[in-house]
């Protein structure tokens, strides 16, 4: 079984200002891991994946995530907020056998101030 | 490329009718395909999955009489709420999985689903 944690449901910080959003996740097998970005009444974009090799992985629009086995943890960075990024992020996890179907975190909803 | 079309986009319909989502894999072809429920400010829970030329696998506590789903094609899959009730209001994703992709699936639009 798999489960993911996201510690915050609501982020704020100012425009400019580092963006972490926090990930945890539980899985007995390797997972493949995902973060992904929820706007109003929209769909999920991926901002980025890890699934095996480095475990810095570099995503869309400035965003990054470090895979820490030892930690079970796969937390969202980006060096600096931008107004276009608040919105709704989720974290999930897969299996990397079988359906895979994800699993998601609770979300975390991200308020940049000006 | 990967992307998911979902219609419609939102559709409101009167208790006890019928309502049908469609999800189409636009460029690439999707074996397998997943349902979501996402209730307002909640997370994604998924539904089923569905499977191109077999029943889809529902997960615990989805009803599968009320849930229909249908994956005709490689590209297509349907989600058709039956005898629709208030609270089955809520906002329906799918995904596809990219079967030459297949590390990540690719997510639709989303539909909102309104029962008056």
């Known amino acids: 079984a798999q489960s993911v944690t996201q510690l915050g449901s609501h982020v704020s910080v100012s425009e400019g200002a580092l963006v972490l959003l926090r990930c945890n996740y539980s899985?007995?097998?390797?997972?493949?891991l995902f973060w992904y970005v929820q706007y109003p009444n929209q769909g999920l974009q991926l901002l980025l994946k890890?699934?095996?090799?480095?475990?810095l992985v570099k995503g869309i629009n400035g965003f990054e995530a470090e895979f820490k086995k030892s930690e079970t943890s796969f937390h969202l960075t980006k060096p600096s907020a931008h107004m276009s990024d608040a919105a709704e992020y989720f974290c999930?996890?897969?299996?990397?056998?079988?359906?895979?179907?994800?699993?998601f975190g609770s979300g975390t909803r991200l308020q940049v101030q000006p | 490329g990967a992307v998911v079309s979902q219609h419609p986009s939102w559709v409101i319909c009167k208790s006890g009718t019928s309502v049908k989502i469609e999800c189409r894999s636009l460029?690439?072809?999707?074996?397998?395909m997943f349902w979501y429920r996402q209730f307002p400010k909640q997370s994604l829970m998924l539904m089923a999955t569905?499977?191109?030329?077999?029943?889809?696998?529902?997960e615990q506590g989805v009803e599968k009489d009320k849930f229909l789903i249908n994956h005709a094609s490689l590209t297509l899959s349907t989600l058709t709420v039956t005898s629709a009730h208030p609270e089955d209001s809520s906002f329906y994703i799918c995904?596809?999985?990219?079967?030459?992709?297949?590390?990540?699936?690719?997510f639709g639009q989303g539909t909102r689903l309104t029962v008056v």
């Open positions: 995904s596809a999985r990219d079967d030459v992709r297949n590390t990540e699936a690719f």
């Open positions: 569905s499977n191109e030329g077999s029943k889809a696998t529902y």
């Open positions: 999930a996890v897969s299996e990397y056998t079988g359906r895979r179907a994800l699993t």
């Open positions: 899985s007995s097998v390797p997972p493949y």
């Open positions: 890890y699934t095996t090799g480095a475990t």
């Open positions: 460029d690439f072809q999707a074996t397998t």
